[in-house]
């Protein structure tokens, strides 16, 4: 297989593998490294590169699933579920690894701010591609604490930043990687050519 060809097959079997999907077996360092250095390869206008990402792992895994459990039950006194709660606290333990995906406004604010979260959007995706070639198993969730305002500080982000959500990590439990479902990208694209 050529280079393109490899590039091809890489985007075309990316999945998301859900943490029930994962083995318990740690993931290298090493490759978690690469993952965010591919990231920080991403397109990005003005070069503001928005991306700031915390790794939790380890003892960290139980830090942030504290966090989470913490801060649902502060903001749900009247309305508090055992089993959300139990699930914000737990999800991260299933991990090997989880990335906070943070978007930074630069203070010139120069970049419309859509296009800094399509940056760091671009940043995971480069991510995600990474850990397929290595058939990692991970997946991306906007879930938990994501839009919680009072949450930007525990993940190192400011007033302007934004918490796009986390990206779970495991090592997968089947070698038998799932199959893409996809419509026909000709129902999805219009060629003007005159």
Not at 179 to 192: I, L, Q, S
């Amino acid at each position: 297989m050529n280079f393109i060809e490899a590039v091809n097959e890489i985007i075309a079997t990316r999945r998301s593998i859900y943490t029930n999907m994962f083995s318990g077996e740690q993931v290298d360092d090493k490759i978690i490294e690469k993952m965010l250095d591919n990231a920080n390869w991403a397109p990005t206008h003005k070069l503001t590169e928005p991306w700031r990402f915390v790794v939790f792992k380890g003892d960290g895994l139980t830090k942030l699933g504290d966090f989470q459990g913490d801060i649902y039950k502060q903001r749900n006194k009247d309305a508090f579920k055992e089993e959300t709660y139990l699930k914000l606290k737990n999800k991260p333990l299933e991990c090997s690894h989880v990335i906070a995906i943070g978007m930074h406004r630069d203070e010139q604010q120069s970049v419309p701010e859509v296009e800094e979260i399509c940056a760091t959007a671009c940043a995971v995706q480069n991510m995600w591609l990474t850990a397929s070639a290595h058939k990692i198993g991970c997946y991306w969730s906007t879930g938990g604490v994501t839009f919680y305002e009072e949450a930007k500080p525990f993940f190192g982000l400011g007033e302007n930043d934004l918490l796009l959500g986390f990206l779970y990590i495991g090592m997968p439990k089947s070698e038998k990687w799932p199959a893409g479902k996809r419509k026909p990208v000709e129902d999805k694209v219009k060629w003007v050519t005159g």
